[in-house]
Each structure stands twice: as C-alpha cells, then as structure tokens.
C-alpha cells in the first residue's frame, strides 16, 4: 500500500489527535479495507486496470527458450485497478487477467507473493491465444498485503521478441521486479532487476471466503456460512417419525405349547406374564401385603420373555414355561409389545390364559 499511504499519513499527522505512527498505520489499513471491499461481499479487483496498450516485452528474444517471473513492486495511482496494488484483505482469487500484444502464444501463470518475493500460491498455466485483455478463472488464496506476479514460459527460441506484456509509463513510481528463469517454488529470491517506468499487464478479482474452505463466497461458494461444502447448503434435517408396528393377532393355543403372534412388520417383541393373585383392597388398590380391606384380586408380574418376529403370523415356543420354569396353575394375563430399532413401539395386546 506504499504509494497510496504516504499522502494519508502526511494529512493525518497535521490533525491534533496524536495517533501513534504504527496505530495510524494499522488504522489507515483496516479503512482502506473496508472501503474497497463491496458490502454486498463480492469481488475486488488489484493490479493494473489493464488501460494501457502493451508497448514492451519481457523475457526478451534469447537464443535458447527462456522462463520469466514478473511482479509490480510500484504502480502509479491512475493505473491501479479499483482495488488498489496490493490484496485489501484475505480471500481467494477467483479470475486473472493478462493483456497481451504480438500474434505469438505462450504460457503464463499467476503467481501470489508475499512481501519477500516468496510464492503463497501458483495457477495452472494457462495459453492466451491472441491480442488483448485474456481472462481465466482460478482459485487461489490469498492474505492480505500479498501481491500478484506472472510466469512466463515461451517454448522456441526467440518467440517472446514478438511477445508484449508490459508498457512504458507516463508517470513515476512504477517500478517492476522481474526474475529468469522463472521465481521457484519454495524460495525467497531478491529480483534479478529492478526497472522503473514500467508497468505489468495483469490483475486478479479476490472474493471474501468468511468460511475459509478456499472457494470464493461471491462466485463460487454456494454455501459461505459452511466449510464443508461449497454446494448448495445443506437443508434443515427431516425427522421422519418411527413407523409403530401393529400387534393385529396374540394367542395361545395348542394346549398352551405355542404362542401365536401377527405383526405388521419386524420387531422385538416383549411378552409379559402376570398372574391373577388374590388380594385386599387398601389405598384405593388391590394389594396382597394386607390383612384386612375388601378382598380383590389383581395381577402380579410374574416373568418377562422376548423374541424376534417377522411381519407376518409368528409362532413362538411357551409350554407353560418361563427361563425353564413351569409356571403355577391360575389364571394369567399376557400383553405383548412390539418395538423396533428407530424407535417405533406398538399399542400393547393382552389375553388371558389359564395354566391347570
Ligand atoms: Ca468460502
Ligand atoms: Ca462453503
């Protein structure tokens, strides 16, 4: 933000307020920032805005082919795009543009430098076909403060002599590092040559990314407020209610040796065995632990057995018997339940039985 911050700085220390240099700075940042960032989350735009003609080329014509790497270190104000030089605030870049001149193609790449010339992130190569302003969707991150470069790669000798990228500035203040071959991939590289009055053809839209999964929220994130996924979100979970299974048919029958069952699908079914015991009434219930009340009966549990079941008539083994034991002669009443695994559990069934 170098350019662009002296003239601010210089008015801000003439106000009486004395805001430390370091803090006026940080504050300076955070406005600028804010300002060239849309409220409606979208895209900015850094680098040159491409109004220039290219009038000059890099990696010049050379015997063998060669690779270069370029990036602006300066630009005068009136050629910067509306974002400014230098990335406002962090996100991905989602689009880069190159303007070219010379009917020759070749490759380039976009680059994403920190401030020691050292690569964030890199584009896959891409091959501008003809004169003019070429544009190629990307993904890149990028943190604020870093800037954008070039790669450029030509494939026969002497191609790039023909080749244009650049152009000569009308104003100062625009200087332009260049590096060949090509800057490497983990290495910090000082420029091989530094030149002023030059400016590079390229710029890159960066998009906020508030959910940090490295898609643009503005183009390419259907989903900003969700990191696992850049789809469409996620709707709200549907909660299916459990399906309750049907006892339609319970019976004893073949002298007790069977019990029968219909179900109207499969389940766990718990069968309870309670036996009709006589009693005296206390309390408003029907009790056996008490000498005196009305006498009464009610039943008592006397065991508990379970099975798996199909949808269907189901025929299961009793003979009298519970855990082996054969049960006393009275009178009993058995209430079945169905229940399945998500949760669905049928109305109880009883009959009575009697055992002699
Ligand atoms: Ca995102
Ligand atoms: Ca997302």
Redesign the pocket.
Known sequence: MDGRLKGGRHAVEATPMRIPKNALGALICSLLAIALLPASGGAVTIGNNLSHAPDNSTCLAMATPVTCSASQDTLNAADQAAGGLVAPAGG?ITRWRLRSAGATTFRAALKVLDGDHSIISESPQAVPTADGVHEFDTRLPIAAGNRIGVDIHNDSAGVMATVQVLYNTAAHDSLWDFWSPVLADDSTQAPANTIDDIGLLINADI???????????AT??L??AD?TT?GACPGPKTIVPAVRPVISVLDIASGNKRIYVTTSGAAKLKLTFARKTAGRRSGGRCKSATSRGKRCSFYKLVGVKTADVAAGINSIPFAEKLSGKRLKPGSYRLTAVASTPDGGRSAARSISFRIR
């Open positions: 991905v998009e906020p990314d508030a959910d940090a999964d490295g898609y643009g929220d390419q994130d989903c900003s990191a850049h």
